[in-house]
């Protein structure tokens, strides 16, 4: 169960007293000890998410039936507790719960605590919980974010024995004030078996749990991809002290999916993994737990809706898309006009960013994709066949699924929008691309960037083929070669992520592309354009 609820701290203090305890500098004191050894726990980590000048979500797992009680601090002595709340945590959201914290100080470090009280004895409750992310600021304050996406794939899991998923602890050390998971959170079509063959004839040994043994299919099968993940010590870190802006891909339903789509339609060897042939059933399971699992701000008008801004201060918007919920088959991609058969984000997502961006005030808005613009990534891995993004590899003429980015480019520019920038994931290796419209074949924008970057802990492949429709201009690229070949285990130290940083002073955006390693492979700075 999720609420909306933010009360003051004389408010949270009086609600709580009942069923627990408090101390006499405001906090909650330790419960009562006759049932020490049986206490509920905090059994996934800590996380935040969605964080603006003055709010942000926090998130938590129970290990039963409990009430989520949260307290804000400034300060991690939570001497001076702000707010606080509380939310139940039922079977129904397996018991997870989450809320959105308001009113919260601009440009601040904060603090929270979750502990759980437990619903069928509420005299026991849980030890704390500490968690942290910092508030956007007000001003033009200097500010730092990470991106990348892919996440447990193609059967490369945690493996403690090097590291776990060492990108996350990479990530944390740079300190970013937020994290933007671009999709592929999870891998839902992809099971981790107890052990994997490495090219190098060595053998990667994964921590197997029985839901994330299969493809998953049940509602459970899907919680269990996302608790998987949470085994991982450094994911749990990076998740405690960064809030994560986040969406969905392909993989959180499974590979290329597209909502309505055939199951039977697919090459015989992907339909017979699954005993459910319904993909709207699956999908809508895996869209229930990705929303139990993400710390996500709700959206009352579209429940389950994942396209959102965020606003992160006077320097940053960011626009977070989704490229898979209202999509078309797109069939041979030969549309020449705009239909219910090329839709990529849809006619309201599209109507939606278009308004957002030009009511930004932001310095710079940060487009965050699900996939690439401009590269040819195919449909059908089996058979090769078919157009899973928006390139559509004819180099010519937009059609089919580039008619609507055609369109959104073309208002970008005569609506006199500045300065976005596209990030995104997906293909399993990282680049820089530069749109010049004057080597394009479809020529009315500006031209602009978009950076790749991932995977964060999955297989890596690439390189791919760019479209020249946009006028795609390949900068950089680190991707396997011919002699590496394809599906390289992460212990091969190609994952890689993007680091973001906008100096207050002369709002100039700096881009570094890194690795594992956190080693910076090319660094871009890039210019506001003034209005």
């Known amino acids: 169960m999720h609420r909306r609820i933010v009360t003051s701290r004389r408010r949270f203090l009086q609600t709580s007293t009942a069923t627990v305890a408090l101390s006499a500098a405001g906090g909650i004191a330790a419960p009562f000890l006759s049932r020490a050894a049986d206490r509920p726990a905090v059994s996934h980590g800590v996380q935040s998410g969605d964080v603006s000048t003055d709010s942000g979500v926090v998130w938590a797992r129970a290990d039963r039936p409990a009430r989520m009680q949260i307290e804000m601090a400034t300060t991690d002595s939570f001497k001076n507790i702000i707010g606080g709340t509380y939310v139940d945590a039922l ?3 397996d018991f997870t719960a989450k809320a959105l914290m308001e009113n919260l100080p601009a440009g601040q470090d904060m603090f929270y605590r979750i502990r759980f009280q437990d619903l069928a004895a509420p005299t026991i409750s849980g030890e704390p919980v500490v968690g942290r992310f910092r508030t956007a600021p007000s001003d033009k304050r200097s500010i730092s974010f990470v991106w990348s996406g892919d996440t447990v794939g193609q059967g490369w899991g ?4 090097r590291g776990g998923m060492r990108t996350y602890a990479t990530i944390l050390k740079n300190k970013p004030d937020l994290f933007i998971h671009n999709g592929d959170n999870i891998y839902a079509d992809g099971p981790i078996e107890a052990e994997k063959k490495m090219p190098n004839g060595q053998i990667w040994k994964n921590i197997v749990t029985e839901d994330k043994s299969k493809p998953a299919e049940t509602l ?10 949470m085994l991982d010590k450094n994911f749990r870190a990076l998740y405690a002290e960064v809030p994560v802006f986040t969406q969905w891909d392909d993989h ?37 737990a990705f929303h139990e699992y993400m710390p996500m701000r709700e959206t009352q008008a579209e429940p389950g809706r994942v396209y959102r801004k965020i606003s992160y201060g006077p320097l940053l918007d960011v626009f977070m898309l989704d490229m898979r919920s209202y999509r078309g088959p797109n069939a041979e991609g030969k549309d020449a006009s705009y239909g219910p058969n090329s839709y990529f984000m849809g006619p309201q997502q599209m109507a939606w960013l278009k308004r957002e961006l030009l009511n930004s005030r932001a310095t710079w808005k940060v487009i965050a994709a699900d996939m690439p613009i401009g590269l040819l990534v195919v449909y059908d891995t089996v058979k090769n066949t078919g157009v899973e993004a928006v390139a559509q590899g004819d180099d010519g003429a937009p059609l089919g699924r580039e008619l609507e980015i055609a369109d959104l480019l073309s208002f970008i520019k005569h609506a006199g929008v500045k300065n976005t920038v596209w990030l995104t994931a997906d293909v399993h290796y990282t680049a820089a691309h530069y749109y010049d419209p004057n080597k394009a074949a479809f020529q009315d924008f500006e031209p602009f960037w978009e950076f790749v970057s991932g995977p964060l802990h999955a297989g890596t492949f690439g390189p791919n083929q760019l479209d020249k429709t946009f006028g795609p201009q390949l900068i950089y690229i680190k991707a396997p070669s011919k002699e590496q070949g394809q599906n390289l285990p992460p212990s091969e130290g190609m994952q890689f992520f993007g680091v973001v940083g906008i100096d207050g002073a002369t709002e ?6 890194k690795d594992w390693d956190d080693r910076s492979l090319w660094v871009k700075t890039l ?3 003034r209005s």
């Open 508 to 513: 100039q955006m700096t881009v570094t592309l």
């Open 252 to 288: 959180e339903v499974f590979n290329n999916w597209w909502p309505g789509e055939p199951m039977d339609a697919r090459a015989e060897v992907i339909a017979k993994k699954y005993v459910e042939k319904n993909d709207l059933i699956i999908a809508a399971r895996s869209a229930r």
């Open 220 to 229: 459970a099968e899907f919680r269990g991809n996302y608790k998987y993940n």
């Open 527 to 529: 210019d506001p354009v």
């Open 158 to 161: 945690i493996d403690e024995s």
């Open 91 to 93: 079977p129904e959201s």
